[in-house]
């Protein structure tokens, strides 16, 4: 598959501490083994001139307080605090000055941040997606994605998950229902 480095752009999402490192809060082994693939698609990624996008999933301490149904600590208990290690990106991915960081609040990059805006501005149409967690986060990223019009593709072996059911599952829907899934060799830059 080639993809037009100018129309491309490849979204790392929430390669962070608290998801990727076995000190973090929600650590999956499967986030901290997509590290190595990730970057190495960066690198072909940037190589080619394709854009670089990083989802940081970030959460004020009173974020869920006085909410009526949607909690995500209760769900996962208190992960990736505002201002916490936990936060920043993991060693071993080399976030860039010209790259966009995103800092979002729920599983949808796309969800009251500047990413719509910003692909728009650039021509982005296709987007790249790896990053953690495949049935959390990549996958509603990925979803709000193909619903703006944007052609996801799903890394699938630069994609973390907590169990591989999981990987499994969220990748056969995205296939299914709005995406394509490909492996990183398949991703070519024209």
């Known amino acids: 598959m080639e993809l037009d480095p100018d129309a491309t752009a490849v979204v790392v999402v929430d390669m ?9 809060s ?3 082994p499967g986030s901290e083994a997509a590290i190595e ?3 190495e698609l960066v690198d072909r990624a940037r190589e080619a001139g394709a ?3 990083y989802t940081r999933d970030v959460h004020p301490p009173e974020q869920f307080e006085g909410n009526h149904y949607y909690d995500e600590f209760e769900r996962w208990g208190e992960h990736v605090v505002e201002g916490s290690w936990e936060t920043e990106i993991v060693d071993g991915l080399d976030v860039r000055e010209e790259d966009l ?4 609040h729920t599983y ?10 910003w692909l728009s501005a650039r021509g ?10 495949a049935n959390v986060c990549v996958l509603h990223t990925g979803g709000s994605a193909g619903l703006r019009d944007y052609r996801p593709l799903l890394v699938e072996d630069a994609i973390g998950a907590i169990e591989d059911e999981h990987q499994e599952y969220a990748l056969e829907h995205a296939e299914w229902l709005f995406g394509e899934v490909v492996e ?3 991703v070519e830059f024209a």
Do not use: S, W
Request: with cysteine; aromatic share 6%; net charge negative.
């Open 184 to 186: 990183r060799e398949d």
């Open 101 to 104: 960081v995103v800092e979002k």
């Open 37 to 39: 693939p990730i970057a």
């Open 26 to 28: 929600l650590y999956a």
């Open 16 to 24: 962070q501490n608290g998801f990727a490192h076995p000190e973090g």
């Open 51 to 53: 854009r670089v996008v």
């Open 108 to 117: 949808d990059a796309f969800h009251q941040t500047q990413l719509d805006g």
């Open 124 to 133: 982005v149409e296709d987007l790249v997606l790896c990053g953690t967690l």
